[in-house]
């Protein structure tokens, strides 16, 4: 089973940041895009940001300017760089990968299991 793992979450204070991580398994044969989504309670699961690779970031209206997305497609990783967060930046966090674990499965998205970040004074 292909899996990817978030890493980084946790509670900080209004203004402060964190660093969430995404790792999947190796060797992976294609990755067409990276992104990340967020999740609360009751809503439905949000866009936040994501990348083509190569190509293009992209990022959600609320968290421009504040967040930042990376990654390694080799790795593969994912980064998302989160700033000055805010008490409507909690959510649990998923990471996405849309690409090909091998040639023989064809394109799929894959997604890790979810981090909480709580942001609270």
């Known amino acids: 089973q292909v899996q990817f793992v978030e890493s980084g979450g946790g509670l900080v204070q209004p203004g402060g940041s964190l660093r969430l991580s995404c790792k999947g398994p190796?060797?992976?044969?294609?990755?067409?895009?990276m992104a990340w989504y967020r999740q609360v309670p009751g809503k439905e699961r949000e866009f936040v940001a994501s990348m083509d690779t190569p190509g293009p970031t992209n990022y959600t209206e609320s968290i421009k300017g504040r967040f930042t997305i990376s990654g390694d497609v080799f790795e593969p990783t994912m980064v998302l760089e989160m700033n000055s967060l805010k008490p409507e930046d909690t959510a649990v966090y998923y990471c996405?990968?849309?690409?090909?674990?091998?040639?023989?499965?064809?394109?799929?998205?894959?997604w890790g299991k979810g981090i909480l970040v709580a942001v609270s004074s």
């Open positions: 190796r060797p992976f044969f294609s990755i067409a895009s």
């Open positions: 996405k990968i849309d690409g090909w674990f091998t040639e023989l499965l064809g394109r799929m998205d894959y």
